[in-house]
């Protein structure tokens, strides 16, 4: 998916927290977002997501009038991912049931991508009884699952554990390759948007205050930023 934001800008109570004056994201990049608590970050991705409305400004998805197709094709995980009171499977097959997906093609998908991320041993488990790691593996197969166009990461990786964190990251870039989706992924971990990305998104007071890309990265301190 293409993403073209313009003069976006957001404000509670009175204060400015969004304001960007252009952004280009091109279909099929990995773009990391970094910047300090309170940048603005989490508003960009939920006003992306469609889950905010921004006070003015627009934004514009492959140039797509029917919003509602549109948000259809996106999905965010959370660094706190809601999950359904059901098992692991029933989780990650939701999106696809809901979307009238054959039983049998449900089956396949939903076992191959719990095999892929090594928690088929989890298939039945409550979800709520999930550790943390584990928790956003589901959550990122379930975001995955149907495909969508954009997927958008805020802190997906927040206080896991190393192990889930390379399993989330080989399979965020697994699936970029095989499906050339959007992916935008807000992260305080420097090392990670490295690993990952093709472009960085410095962002400051609601600012975009630099794009980075990955030929420069080993130039930048992003410590600076973070
Ligand atoms: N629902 C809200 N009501 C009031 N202020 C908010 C709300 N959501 C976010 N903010 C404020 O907007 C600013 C940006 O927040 P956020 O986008 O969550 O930043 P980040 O994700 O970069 O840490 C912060 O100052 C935050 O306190
Ligand atoms: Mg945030």
Redesign the pocket.
Known sequence: MDIFIENLT?E??N?R??DIDTLNINQGRIIG?V????????????ILGGL?QPDSGSISYNGEKDFDKIYRDITIVFQQPYLLVSNVYNNIAYPLKVRKYKNSDIKNRVNTIMKDMGIDYLAKQKARTLSGGERQKVALARAIIFNPSLLLL??PTANIDPDSMNTMEDTIKKFNKTNGSTIII?THNPEQAKRLCDEIIV?DK?KIKRKITNADFNQYNFRESI
């Open positions: 957001k509670y109570e204060k927290v969004l977002i910047g300090s608590n309170g940048a603005g970050k989490s508003t960009l991705i939920k905010e805020d802190e807000v962002m609601g």
